[in-house]
């Protein structure tokens, strides 16, 4: 069983950046794939970045250009950095785990086992 909790939301300015958190409570960390996804009010979730178990390959969302996902496996911690914030960009992001093959970076829902409780962002204009 792998808990994530998310953490770095909050209110931004449009343009701002912000920096959000996900810790993983798990030995294995470096054994799974991590991805952010948000949902938006009214709106399904989706696909925003992934990060294979390395870190070494990334994966995108076209609508997350401005992104940047990381991870630091020593801290057991994926991290996804957002500057030039819009206010499309307002939504609760989740993290989440997948179970993957060393250099897969995956954007599919279903392959993600384990979920955060998610983080609320809310860019102002």
């Known amino acids: 069983q792998v808990q994530l909790v998310e953490s770095g939301g909050g209110l931004v300015q449009a343009g701002g950046s912000l920096r959000l958190s996900c810790a993983a409570s798990?030995?294995?960390?470096?054994?799974?794939?991590m991805g952010w996804f948000r949902q938006a009010p009214g709106k399904e979730r989706e696909f925003v970045a992934a990060?294979?178990?390395?870190?070494?390959?990334t994966y995108y969302a076209a609508s997350a250009v401005r992104f940047i996902i990381s991870r630091d496996n020593a801290k057991n911690t994926v991290y996804l950095q957002m500057n030039s914030l819009k206010p499309e960009d307002t939504a609760v992001y989740y993290c989440?785990?997948?179970?993957?093959?060393?250099?897969?970076?995956?954007?599919?829902?279903?392959?993600?086992?384990?979920w955060g409780q998610g983080t609320q962002v809310t860019v102002s204009s």
């Open positions: 989440a785990a997948a179970p993957a093959p060393p250099n897969l970076a995956t954007m599919g829902e279903s392959e993600y086992d384990y």
């Open positions: 798990t030995r294995t960390f470096s054994s799974y794939a």
């Open positions: 990060i294979s178990r390395s870190g070494g390959n």
